[in-house]
């Protein structure tokens, strides 16, 4: 069974800090990995997606990957309070036909 | 406007009961999915389809059926078999379904309760 792991949190920081978010994946073939935010009660909405190790930024977003370790987190850089949401991590198999997701971090930015 | 449409927002069951839950996308995306999303937990896969007139059972298929008659259109049936139904599905969407970097995005969700 291959899986995701996230840490459930919350995940409490301040408004202005750096919120970090991680996800630990089983499958060592994964090549493609994605987070999505869910806000409550909504459908998850992508936010970035990386396949190459290393750093890839997007605005206050930074995804970094390291296949190597098995691990993929989310940056995100002054944080808001509509920041506030659970983080979807979501693995994507070796096909590219199928995505496996983590249960989410829930995150709360606190003015 | 372009988008992935699921419908009704609600839906209530009683016990013994068939449910189809619908999804219409005019994104001409190929690939089509179902996931279920329990409270405070991630996203499960049921079905997914590829192609019109082909689909493939996900982690948690049974208790479930669909079909993919036309591109634009993948329905969920929630059968009687499926015992603890009460759930938040999920439908979504992507271009080809077939190649790394193919990018899910997701309708609004339908939330079905068992009363």
């Known amino acids: 069974q291959k899986e995701v792991e996230q840490n459930s949190g919350p995940l409490s920081v301040p408004e202005g800090a750096i919120a970090s978010l991680n996800c630990t994946y089983s499958?060592?073939?994964?090549?493609?990995f994605f987070w999505y935010r869910q806000y409550s009660g909504k459908s998850p909405e992508l936010i970035m997606f990386?396949?190459?190790?290393g750093d890839k930024e997007d605005g206050r977003f930074t995804a970094q990957l390291n296949k190597a370790s098995q691990y993929v987190s989310l940056l995100i850089r002054d944080s808001q309070p509509s920041d506030s949401a659970t983080y979807l991590c979501?693995?994507?198999?070796?096909?590219?036909?199928?995505?496996?997701f983590g249960g989410g971090t829930r995150l709360m930015v606190k003015p | 406007d372009g988008g992935i449409t699921q419908s009704p927002k609600y839906l209530f069951r009683k016990e013994g009961q068939n449910v189809t839950l619908s999804c219409e996308q005019n994104?001409?995306?190929?690939?089509m999915y179902w996931y279920r999303q329990d409270p405070g937990q991630g996203l499960r896969l049921i079905y997914y389809?590829?192609?019109?007139?082909?689909?493939q059972k996900g982690d948690i298929a049974e208790g479930y059926s669909v079909s993919r008659e036309k591109k634009e259109s993948f329905p969920l049936t929630v059968t009687s078999a499926q015992k603890n139904p009460t759930a938040f599905y999920l439908c979504?969407?992507?271009?080809?379904?077939?190649?790394?970097?193919?990018?899910?995005?997701f309708g609004p969700g339908t939330r079905l309760t068992v009363l």
């Open positions: 990386i396949y190459s190790n």
């Open positions: 979501a693995v994507e198999n070796n096909a590219g036909n199928m995505l496996t």
């Open positions: 979504a969407s992507s271009y080809s379904g077939g190649s790394p970097t193919d990018t899910q995005y």
């Open positions: 389809s590829q192609i019109v007139n082909d689909f």
């Open positions: 499958d060592r073939g994964s090549q493609s």
């Open positions: 994104l001409n995306h190929d690939a």
